[in-house]
């Protein structure tokens, strides 16, 4: 199991580990990230991280720390805020799928797999604010582009239903898939987030399962949430049942892809965060194999949510 997490979230708590005063740098922050038992990747966001040291003192730095980088996700900053993909300034648009291709580019030299774009603006407020179409049309041309470019690197596109727009342009397990048929190309897949799949009211199991049989799942995003807001609090937390049904299907898939903790410890050690959610989602993997493989799926065979509910509780007294 390879596990990453929030670079950011290194920068909470930050007497805990630096100087008072520090500025601290993306060097800083991958330092103590690295002081993560359990923790093998790093994941970076581009151009964000990318602003305070250059490539090569990153690459040093993740060296030294024995972490590998798993991949790089697009940070799009305010120039984008009326769209990314789907802006109609064609020079803004152009900025986008450069600015995606420059991200591959780092993900490569950094000796990444997967460049994650999750397009914060690309939806819509209003009635009548955008042309649909035409917003599909670009979105498709535009990872069409980039992944053609770029073969050997898997190009993973991130859902999410709201925030910052009221509506994204493609905001569930279902569209992301009709999006990824039409680029129709092999190096393009789904990451799943938690907290996303939860503020779409999505059983976030089934959207494994779904990206899974088209085979292009690519990422998980793992956190917890009270399903309205992106609350990125730890795994397990709130809908610790429903986490256990997506590690099941996580297993039953064969899934050796990134395990990211996508979440937000503000009033927590972020270290000792991420390192409780490595303990959980190994634990829960553990508690699976205890049961076997064979006995859940007999178990979902019955139909029986009597069953099920014995089943829960049967694990927490295991
Ligand atoms: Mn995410």
New binding site residues.
Partial sequence: MIFSTRLNSFKAQKELFFPRDKQLTTVDLIKRMATVSGLTHVELNYPEHFKTNTLDEIKDVISQSGLQVSGI?LRFDDTYLNGEFTNSNEEIRRKAINTTKEAVEACQQLGGKTT?I?LANDGFDYSFQLDYEEAWNQTVSALKEVASEYPETDISF?Y?PYEPRSFSLVGDIGLSLLLVEEVGLPNVGI?L?F??MLMKKENPAYSVALAARKNRLMGF?L?DGYKDA?DGIMLGSVHLMQTLEFIYYAKKYNYTGLI?F?TFPLREDPVAECEQNIKVYKALDTLISKIGMETIEQLIKEKNGVKVQQFLLNSFLA
């Fill in positions: 996700a994650t999750w991130e999410k990451t987030d907290c996303h995003h956190n992106d990211y996508d």
